[in-house]
């Protein structure tokens, strides 16, 4: 990921900018290219994406983020193969500069699955799969779903579905290089050049490497002879130096417009070939050589790395406003003035050991890090964010620290205290340590304005995160190292006052802007339900801050304190326990958008359906959900008696529902039915269900 785009996304999880407020549109299913499963024979099975622009997914080397995955759960016997990957295109930020491979558009991706030779035919198998994606726009958004397959199985070879096939023939799958095509490839230092020959038409040529041995933002220069073609491509700083090939996929476009892939597994040839213009084996006489070819790099990463340490330092000024912080400023230079008489180099050098004490503190932030990233930690903020439980943990967090920031209750109230009488002693080593304890106490209310750098800091090589860190450090220390050496400019402070409440209030507004885009996140990877009960969670922990904040105000009683602080650990637990994402079962109920064609088709296939006409808005519904789909009796009733479950969704206005509504004289929901395959006219169930009343309607004749 370029550091550019690192800002990027971690300025809008904070600050709310315009493009978080982009609905991601990124929907998942799959398909299969046969209507039936004959036993033993593979089937086609594709993760077909659709995502509406501008947003994209990745490749197997995405350059930045990550490729799509599939995650199988077959029956016993099937086996499923790998992803083939259609061939990609370069993804494209609003300046043109790149910053990926992936897709746009309705993409698949097609997996080979074998079922077992001895599968009995007659029946029907559910092959399911757990599907996650990075989404991008302005900002990346991990996605994820739950997706199954129903098929027939028969003993004959199966109806091709000609739709599917037809859509999938439309992917641009790389393909062997043809018989007369002689590809060969160079090596010297940093630069490779591929050479290709033969007799075709070859527009726009992109090479994709697959193993990221090639720099994917790096500009390809393409030199074209007769019949032939030379790339010179950039190597990857990481690549492995001992990697003996160049794999991946020629992109180009052929006379037509049609786009095509080449596969490429080219070795290396005659070291320093590439340099020197040595003709590579099997390339015409006319081919280029890249003497005095110039590789183009890329310079948003140092363009980058120094808006990211401008930020870590503004944060780090800013800290100096907190009323936990600012007030100890003027204490801290006169206790330095003191120590030193009138000897102002003696001042100054009290001001460069706090500074130092400041900086060694956010070191050694930086050395836990990276010391946990080489100990395996997967750390990073895009990253992190594919788990619901890091989502609502961070969300909990932030929340926490904006009510504190809007005075519901005081987080850090003795921190300025503490710091106002830091033990200065008359060496610069207790100087040095003060400089550390001040971190340490201002660590409560300064540590919201620590993530945006942090962020950006986690997803750093070492080197560029200890620079972020010292960016904030000298941030937090430039003013005591500036009135150090112009201790007369205290006098020019400001007082402490009402304004700096004002101020933390304030900035109290990007915290709830971040929960917000968080909660809009976790929406995206948990069940409706689940959201409801994240939100509720959110809410009891806001109680349990406020009872906190109410009952341990200053001149409150000892008795009041510690009620106050009991009850806000209840509040606190309940919320947690409320609102923490729970993995799925492997019994819950999967549900299908509900259409009256989808109906038709399970009803000839004799298979028994609920179809539930819910929305989210609707209060009863959510109970419903709540007692019945969540009991165990119902969820193995369903999966053993293969029931097909529909979701008619009516949160917005849709007129196919309310037609549907209306054929049974109803104006409102929950409505819900059952049909039955031995009856002709399904079952309609009252509004309060129970697992009971459920499950009778399905025993009832």
């Not at 969704?649 to 929901?669: C, G, Q, Y």
């Amino acid at each position: 990921m370029t550091l550019i785009r690192i800002v990027r996304t971690v300025t809008a999880a904070l600050l709310l900018l315009g493009s978080f407020a982009a609905r991601a549109q990124v929907q998942a299913s799959l398909v299969a290219a046969d209507k039936s499963v004959q036993p033993g024979h593979p089937l086609t099975v594709a993760l077909r994406l659709d995502e509406q622009p501008p947003w994209h997914t990745y490749w197997i080397n995405a350059g930045t983020g990550y490729p799509s995955k599939l995650q199988w759960d077959l029956p016993r016997g099937w086996t499923a193969g790998d992803i083939q990957w259609p061939t990609p295109v370069m993804i494209k930020n609003d300046q043109g500069d790149v910053t990926g491979n992936g897709y746009t558009g309705v993409v698949y991706l097609p997996v080979t699955l074998t079922p077992p030779a001895n599968v009995k035919a007659g029946g029907a198998v559910t092959v399911k799969a757990l599907a996650k994606w990075l989404m991008c726009a302005d900002v990346c958004i991990p996605g994820q779903a739950n997706l199954t397959l129903s098929l027939p199985i028969t003993s004959q070879p199966p109806e091709p579905d000609t739709a599917v096939r037809a859509e999938l023939a439309k992917m641009p799958m790389p393909a062997v290089a043809p018989a007369d095509w002689k590809i060969a490839a160079n090596r010297s230092g940093n630069q490779v050049l591929l050479r290709v020959s033969g007799d075709a038409v070859m527009k726009s040529p992109h090479f994709f490497s697959e193993d990221a041995f090639i720099q994917y933002d790096a500009a390809q220069n393409v030199a074209a002879g007769s019949d032939s073609l030379g790339l010179t491509l950039a190597v990857s700083d990481d690549a492995d130096a001992s990697t003996p090939n160049v794999r991946g996929v020629l992109a180009y476009t052929d006379s037509t417009g049609a786009y095509h892939g080449v596969v490429v597994n080219a070795p290396f040839s005659v070291a320093g070939a590439a340099a020197a213009g040595v003709q590579a084996p099997g390339s015409a006489s006319s081919s280029p050589s890249s003497a005095g070819t110039r590789v183009a790099t890329s310079e948003g990463g140092t363009t980058g790395l120094g808006l990211t340490l401008l930020f870590a330092i503004i944060g780090g000024l800013i800290l100096n406003l907190m009323p936990c912080v600012f007030p100890i400023l003027g204490i801290k230079i006169v206790g330095f003035v003191n120590q030193s008489g009138n000897e102002r180099h003696k001042v100054t050098m009290h001001g460069l050991a706090f500074t130092l004490g400041v900086l060694l503190s956010f070191w050694a932030l930086a050395g836990l890090l990276a010391t946990l990233r080489a100990g395996g930690e997967q750390l990073g903020w895009g990253f992190q964010l594919q788990s619901p439980v890091f989502v609502f943990a961070l969300t909990v967090v932030m929340l926490v620290f904006a009510l504190s920031l809007s005075g519901v209750f005081e987080f850090g109230l003795s921190a300025m205290g503490v710091g106002s009488s830091l033990p200065m002693g008359q060496g610069y080593g207790a100087s040095l340590f003060a400089g550390v304890l001040a971190t340490v106490v201002a660590t409560p209310c300064s540590a919201p304005f620590l993530a945006p750098a942090l962020g950006a800091a986690l997803v750093l090589p070492t080197l560029q995160s200890f620079l972020v860190f010292t960016a904030i450090g000298l941030g937090l220390s430039v003013p005591y190292l500036l009135l150090s050496i112009f201790p007369q400019a205290v006098k020019a402070l400001p007082r402490p006052g009402r304004w700096m409440e004002t101020f933390k209030q304030v900035m109290a507004f990007p915290l709830y802007a971040t929960v917000a885009y968080l909660i809009w996140v976790l929406a995206g990877q948990v069940s409706e339900n689940g959201l409801l009960m994240a939100l509720l969670g959110l809410t009891t922990i806001s109680m349990a801050v406020w009872l906190y904040g109410r009952y341990n105000r200053p001149g409150t009683g000892i008795l009041g304190a510690r009620l106050g602080l009991i009850g806000a650990l209840a509040l606190l637990l309940i919320g947690l326990n409320l609102g923490w994402p729970r993995a799925a079962a492997s019994t819950d109920i999967v549900w299908e958008p509900w259409s009256a064609e989808r109906v038709a088709q399970l009803r000839a296939a004799g298979r028994p359906i609920y179809a539930d006409f819910t929305a989210r808005w609707c209060a009863t519904c959510q109970a419903n959900k709540k007692v019945v789909f969540a009991s165990d009796a119902v969820k193995h009733y369903f999966r053993d008696h293969k029931v097909a479950t529909l979701k008619a969704d009516w949160t917005n206005a849709d007129p196919l529902i309310t037609a549907e509504l209306a054929k049974w004289h109803r104006s409102a929901v929950p409505f819900d039915l059952v049909y039955l395959p031995a009856n002709a006219e399904p079952k309609a169930l009252p509004e309060l269900l129970t697992p009971g009343i459920v499950l009778k309607a399905f025993d009832a004749s």
